[in-house]
Each structure stands twice: as C-alpha cells, then as structure tokens.
C-alpha cells in the first residue's frame, strides 16, 4: 500500500520529536545492523525541535535533464546561470532513459568530454584537450593516483553527474585544466521508497537492481537507503566476459534540530575474463593502416583483470542560529586490482601477418586514499546587501603500491592467429619482477567569497593554497616530488535581463610531476590556466537551461621526453594551448519533451603554433532527448547522437586516420501503470565501425557494434 503521509521530516522546518541522545545512539546502532529493531522498541523521548533548510530536489525527483544549482564549481551553491564556468550535468533521468549504466557512457554522452578508452578496462577522460584528473564525490576528492579510472565504474549509486569544465585549482587543489568530474550519491528520503529492474541484452548480458529507501523511526528523523546491482554477461569482443557486483548502503540520522550526520559505505567488484592489456596494433610493417573485425581480442583464454573499489565516508552538517553552516566530511578509499595478461605487440606484416610477439604477466596492485574537508560557509552583511563567504581546508593522503610478475616467453614470435585467437599457453611468471610504492600527500586550505556589487552585477573572488608531497618509486623511476602553489579564482557575472546573464572568469590550477631534466633536477609543476567568456539564460519558467562560451587553456611545462642519458630518461617542459567555443542546453523544450543538447569546437596547438594531440577531436556533438506522447502519455521515445570529427595518430612508421563519425542510439518506453514500466534501448543502430580511441596509438581496439537490450522496472 502507498504510503499516504503528508509531511516528508527530512526536509519540513519546525518538526517536532523528542529524543535522548543515549536512545538515539542506541537507535542509530540498530538500525545500521537490523532496521526491523527499532520497531520492536519503545522509546521515552526528550523533545527537541528539528529544522531542515530547503534545499534543491535531487535530479531522480525531477525527472528533468537539467539542475537548478551545483556547488561543483565553486562550493558555494549557486545557480548554474549564476555560475561563472560551464558546467555540463547528467541527471538521473538521462542516464535512465538510455542505460547509462557506467561511467564511459555517462561521459561520452556529456558537453566537452572525450573518453578515451584504451583497454577494456583503463579509461582516459579529455576535456579542452587535456586529460581530466579530478574526480570528485559529493564534492570531494582527490586526483586520480594513476591518472586513469579502472574497472567498469557502474552509475547506480548516484543521483547524477556534474563536470566543470577548464581549471579548478579552487576546489580541486592539483590537476589538469581540462575538467572536474562530481559524482553526486544518491541519499535516503523522507518516504519509504524502492525500485527494481531487470535487463537482458545483446550477448547475453543480465543485469537486476534494486533501491530501497526509508525512515527508520516514526518520527522521520533517522533514514536509511541501500542500493545493488548485479550485471553479467559476454561481450562483443571474444573471450571477454566482464561482470560487476555494486552495494551502496547510507543512512541519516538528525542529532538534533541543527545537527546531521551522514555515514555511508559502498562496494563493487569488477570481475573481467578476457580483458585486454593493451590493444590491436593500428600499423602494419610497410606502415599502411590496419584493418580488423570488430570483435578481434589479444586476451589469452587464461587472461583476466578484476578490481575492487570501496569507499567508507562520514559526514556532519552542522547548521549554526545565524544560518552559517559548518561540514566536515571524512573518507577512505580502496581500490585494489589484479590479473594474469597478456600483451601483443610489434607490427604485422600487411601480407603474412607475421611480425608480433608475447608479453606475458601477472599484476597486482593496491591503492589506498584517506581524505579529511572541512568548511565553514555562510552570509554576511556589507554596504547594505547580503554576500555569500566559504572558507575551509582539506587533506588527502594516497599511496599505490604495486607489482608486475612478467612471464617466461617474453619477446616469443606468435603465429598470424595465435595473437587473436586466446591460444597463448599460460607460462610461468617467474622471469623478472617490477612495481611501484609511492605516497602522494595533498594539503589545502581554500577561501571565497560572492559580492553582490549591485542588484545585476556580482563578482566572485577565490583562492586555493595547496602543498603537495610525493615519494617513493614506480617502475625504477624516482617519484619524489615537492611543490606548492596558491591558485586564484576569479569570476564576474552581470545579469542583462531576469532570464540572461554575461559571465567571465579566470582560474588557474597546478600538477606537481617527477620527471628530471637533463642535469636530474625535477622539473617544475605543469601549470594551467583558464579564461573564458560566456552567455546564460534561465527560459520556460527556469525548466530549461543554456550556455554559449568562448575559451582559452594553457598548460606550461607539462614533461615531455627529450632523450636519453645512457639508459636514463630525461624530459623538458613544453607549453599547449586550446581555445575554442563550447554551446550547451539543457531541460524541458516543451511539454514532454526533454532535451540535453551540446557542442564544442577547439583547437591545440604547442609553443610553435603546430597542432597536437591529434588523438582528440575537435568537434564534438552531444544530443540527447526523449519526447512523451501527449495522444499516449504512457509511451516515451528518444533518441542521442554522439558525433565527433576526425582523429589520427602520425608517426615514423606511418599514418592512421579515423574519420569522423556519428552514434545513433534509440529509445522507447512504455508505462504499464504507475508502478511497472518496459524499455527498449537499440545503441549504434547504423552498426558503425570505429576505434574506440587513439589515446595509446599505436594501439587501439573498436567500439561495440549494434546492440540493444530490454528492461523491465518497478517502483513503489
């Protein structure tokens, strides 16, 4: 039965309970092991006055494909109109209408982002032609240790995705000026809630979720959530079969009428036979292109690569009688991966197919991260008007471990179809080991403030000082590094009209780096920098958002191999820029008909006006949009576009060039009832031929032929 209460505790002002803090922590125990507990007992309660501030619906309750406001930018929770950055977001409703079950679909769907998708299972992300570092959960985070997302990260944990795009030294601390990626999770509601599905698609693939949320006291003050999901399946590529295992559990508990406390764990394990390492060799030995079936893999029938992410964080809201708020959150990561691979290289001979060896090995690694941020956030009075003020600091510690066991038979000649066809006996890892053991150590403290100049005129200043430490070693390779940098942020936006705004802004970010000149001194940090100039506008009563913005980015003194000393590697810095346009919309075009449309144009170049990084497109179209029928309101369609113009890789040994290319996908679903609904999702319906990236060239694979799926999803 429906649950038919008409006040929602979590987010209502002035609701009254009582409780004592010993039942409560009684109660907060319970209900974390066995929820059905704290039914059983009767509670004496002291009364105590709870208060919630309004805050902005997650995206899973709008069912829009646009956000009001994002924090992601700047941390001061601002309207996106009023954010003076683009910022690109996937809500909740996207990635259910097409099954963006992952985060490679997730982003390549999204305004400015690249995926570059080397392997089956390390992904490289690009925005404004850099490579994107910075993830963030809930706003916090640290860079990526490896520079790479492993595994297939799945999406059902979070009620969406935002992306800032260009330099973010003020939240992020370290990094590229390409891009943020903000995860934001789901939380627990004010109403019992669930939802299921099922799935079966192409090759085999099965998948079910589930998501259940719910008070876990009659007084609505104590709630929990709890998210999995389970996918399996083949592959279009042989021999692969990947699975992924996800848990999410959250609960949220008011310790009193000012005071929250949030403490949440989730989990998946990624499980991937046949996974490749490395990929199809793009050139043959006479350097003509290469040209292989679609579902070509160089994985042994015994290779595979699994991981393991958890993340275990705590987080107190507390919000003070002048309505300054104070959040300290804390976090542990671990992410742990291991595989028997198996690597092809060379170039084959375009005739005989001969030309391509073995290499053989065993990897483990282990990555532990322990994050702390804490800020204290609030408004102020100044010449007669309100203005926004955060100030904080955070702390991260990271440190990889890991070890390659390389196999007997390395550098051993394969036959023309022993490199593809999974026969490569498993030989013993015994010839030679390797790895890596370093420490990176993150400390900040970061500062902003909003002036409201005038009524249509407001100027946001920022600052980010960050001290960064590394040590220990990778692969033989000294990681030492020590280096620090204040980071301003500085951003104006003039309102032109009640629905448009003029912005600009400037914000730089810097990447400590371990590489040696030449004499062996550690070069000096990369630095980047961000301008850009845009229009906003807030349209059809604010449930449609768009963006137009013109874009310079720099990078100073990114490493770049210069020669050899010996057998000892040196590197000098070089300077890139892009520059470019960025268009964006987002929301409701009409009734029913939901949209997130966007493009991007730029261009790269280094210090001598020659383009580079040629394995980036630079155009780029994202299109996605659903339309529900008003003459049958129980059936939705739609359709995403994801366009991208040419790439290619240029070498010595030759040329290969993928042309620009467009993905159709479909969709279609149809309400039952209130409570059960049937989708149809058809992806690349032209059935195009594409490598899936460039990124590591020589090397690369191809992206997944037509395929399609059908899903079958309750909710109450």
């Known amino acids: 039965m429906p649950n038919t209460r008409s006040t929602s505790p979590l987010h209502q002002p002035q609701l009254r309970l009582k409780i004592k803090p010993m039942n409560l922590a009684v109660a907060l125990t319970l209900s974390a092991t066995t929820p059905v507990l704290t039914h059983a007992a009767e509670v004496t309660l002291n009364q105590v006055e709870v208060s919630a501030n309004a805050t902005q619906q997650p995206s899973e309750k709008t069912g829009l494909y646009r956000v009001s406001s994002s924090n992601s930018a700047t941390l001061l929770d601002l309207p996106l109109s009023e954010t003076p950055q683009t910022v690109s977001v996937v809500t909740r409703a996207q990635m259910d209408d097409f099954k963006l079950d992952n985060i490679d679909e997730v982003l390549g769907n999204t305004t400015g982002v690249t995926v570059e998708k080397a392997e089956t299972e390390r992904t490289y992300y690009t925005a404004r032609g850099f490579d994107i570092t910075n993830f963030k959960v809930d706003g916090v985070g640290v860079p990526f240790t490896s520079g790479h997302q492993m595994g297939d990260m799945d999406t059902a944990i979070y009620d969406r995705i935002d992306v800032v795009l260009g330099a973010n030294g003020l939240t992020s601390s370290t990094g590229n000026p390409s891009a943020t990626i903000d995860f934001v999770r789901k939380r627990p509601t004010p109403e019992f809630e669930a939802s299921a599905g099922v799935l079966y698609g192409s090759w085999n693939t099965r998948r079910i979720d589930a998501d259940i949320s719910s008070p876990l006291n009659s007084e609505g003050t104590i709630a929990a959530r709890v998210v999995i999901a389970r996918q399996e399946g083949d592959s279009y590529l042989d021999r692969y079969e990947p699975a992924k295992t996800v848990f999410y559990g959250v609960i949220e508990a008011y310790l009193s009428y000012q005071t929250v406390l949030t403490m949440g764990y989730s989990y998946q394990k990624n499980d991937a036979d046949g996974a490749m390492w490395g990929a199809l060799p793009l050139l043959h030995s006479n350097g003509t292109p290469t040209d292989y079936a679609v579902n070509t893999n160089t994985a042994a029938d015994w290779s595979y690569w699994d991981s393991q992410d958890q993340r275990v964080f705590a987080e107190l809201n507390h919000t003070f009688s002048n309505n300054w708020q104070w959040k300290t959150t804390l976090g542990y990561n671990q992410l742990k991966s291991d595989g028997a691979l198996f690597y092809v290289y060379g170039n084959p001979d375009q005739h005989t197919g001969e030309g391509l060896f073995s290499y053989p090995s065993l990897y483990n690694s282990n990555n ?3 994050l702390m941020d804490s800020n204290l956030s609030g408004q102020f009075a100044l010449a007669g008007r309100e203005h926004e003020f955060i100030v904080g600091a955070s702390a991260s510690r990271s440190t990889l471990s890991d070890i390659s066991h390389y196999g007997q038979g390395i550098g051993t000649s394969l036959t023309p179809s022993g490199a593809f066809d999974g026969s490569y006996p498993m030989p013993s890892f015994d010839a030679s080991t390797d790895g890596s053991d370093y420490t990176d150590v993150r400390k900040s403290i970061y500062a902003a403030t909003r ?23 990778a692969y033989g390779v000294n990681h030492q590094s020590n280096a620090h940098a204040t980071t301003p942020y500085i951003g104006l936006v003039y309102d032109l009209s009640q629905n448009l705004s003029l912005y600009g802004s400037y914000t730089e970010i810097f990447n400590p780096q371990y590489k040696t000149d030449a004499s062996g001194t550690v070069l000096e940090p990369v ?51 892009s520059q470019g346009l960025e268009m964006q919309l987002a929301g409701e075009l009409a009734d029913g008909w939901q949209a997130s449309m966007g493009a991007t144009a730029l261009s790269i170049k280094n210090e001598l006006g020659a383009t580079v990084k040629t394995y980036v497109p630079k155009q780029t179209v994202r299109i996605s949009t659903t339309y529900q029928l008003p003459q049958l309101k129980a059936l939705k369609i ?9 790439t290619s890789y240029h070498s010595a040994d030759g040329n290969f060039t993928q042309p620009s290319y467009a993905i159709l996908n479909l969709m279609a679903r149809y309400d039952v009832n209130k409570q059960l609904s049937v989708t149809a999702n058809l992806n690349n319906v032209t059935n195009q031929k594409y490598i899936s990236s460039l990124y590591w060239a020589p090397q690369a694979f191809y992206g997944a032929p037509i395929n399609g799926s059908i899903s079958v999803n309750w909710k109450y």
């Open 638 to 646: 739609g359709a995403s576009v994801n366009w991208q113009s040419q």
């Open 451 to 473: 002036l409201h100049l005038a009524d249509d005129l407001k100027l946001l200043l920022g600052a980010n000082y960050t001290y960064s430490d590394s040590s220990g070693t």
């Open 527 to 577: 630095e980047g920098k961000s301008y850009e100039l845009g229009i906003k506008g807030d349209f059809f009563a604010q449930k449609l958002n768009a963006s137009a913005a013109v874009f310079k980015v720099e990078q100073n003194n990114s490493a770049e191999l210069a020669g050899y000393i010996g057998s000892q590697a040196y590197y000098k810095g070089i300077d890139a820029a």
């Open 368 to 370: 532990r991260q322990a």
